[in-house]
């Protein structure tokens, strides 16, 4: 049973723009893929879809999440939210409640599984309060529990997002460019906790990236996309600024070091991150 398994997957804008067209994928349990491709390649889009938080196209089509259809053929199934609660969704601009405090917003990870009257006061039983904090402790930032979400640096408040999804019990994270807006060693943090979540928890781990050679420190596996196409699937470790160049040609520039060589493995030196992360997925 695959942890995402997606068919003949489209999607059409209103404006007649498709950013989707006829994606297939397989994402084993366990594994942490990187999904790359340039602006406006539809790796976001790919994401929500994944999440059920749009439709595709009304077209023979199908996401289904460890063995569960999500939606079918364009249409969301009714027990969505069900679904997603094995979806830990991470979010370019951290999704957190800043004038919130920090455990608070990680402790919205727990909704799902709490009674109506505890949603609706905030009355988080002891147990999910200790969880939480046992997983702001596991980032790194434990010691921030009681400050509000909007006093943390960028970096902070996505480790909060993901301790959050390990309070949520999800057993898969999509993460949408978690690292855009953030500084190298912030990104290096993140993406450190992105690998642990998935070897020591063996959660998988879908994350769209805009930098190649993040991706092949990190995973082990590249989804590539190319105006709403699945253009290159297979091992990090092949992919070479030559190959980059003929998938995307002119786009590849938003993918590389503009100091890569044609032939060569990407250089990894202005990042540096876990030089064997690639081999340890």
Request: with cysteine; proline share 4%; charged share 25%.
């Amino acid at each position: 049973m695959e942890a995402i398994r997606i068919e003949r997957l489209s999607k059409t804008f209103s404006n007649g723009r498709k950013a989707l067209d006829e994606i297939d994928l397989r994402v084993e349990p366990g594994e942490m893929v990187a999904l790359i491709g340039a602006s406006g390649s539809g790796k976001s889009t790919l994401l929500r879809q994944i999440a059920g938080f749009t439709v595709s196209d009304a077209q023979p089509s199908q996401i289904q999440i460890l063995g569960r259809p999500i939606q079918q053929n364009g249409r969301i199934v009714r027990e969505v939210r069900r679904i997603r609660r094995d979806i830990g969704f991470v979010f370019q601009q951290f999704n957190l409640v800043n004038r919130m405090t920090v455990e608070t917003n990680v402790l919205v990870g727990a909704l799902a599984r709490l009674p109506l009257w505890r949603r609706l006061t905030g009355a988080f039983p002891r147990g999910e309060r200790e969880l939480s904090l046992a997983a702001l402790r596991e980032v790194g930032i434990g010691d921030h529990a009681r400050e509000r979400a909007g006093n943390l640096s960028g970096g902070q408040q996505q480790r909060a997002a993901l301790a959050r999804a390990l309070v949520q019990q999800a057993r898969i994270i999509l993460a949408d460019e978690p690292i855009a807006s953030l500084d190298p060693e912030s990104s290096r943090r993140v993406m450190e906790m992105l690998r642990k979540l998935n070897t020591e928890h063996r959660l998988t781990v879908l994350v769209s990236l805009h930098q190649v050679d993040i991706a092949m420190q990190y995973c082990a596996r590249t989804v590539a996309l190319r105006k709403g196409k699945v253009v290159y699937d297979g091992r990090s470790a092949d992919l070479t600024p030559a190959l980059l160049q003929q998938l995307y040609g002119d786009d590849a520039r938003e993918l590389l070091d503009e100091h890569a060589s044609d032939d060569a493995p990407l250089a990894s030196e202005s990042y540096p991150f876990a030089l064997d992360a690639a081999h340890s997925t």
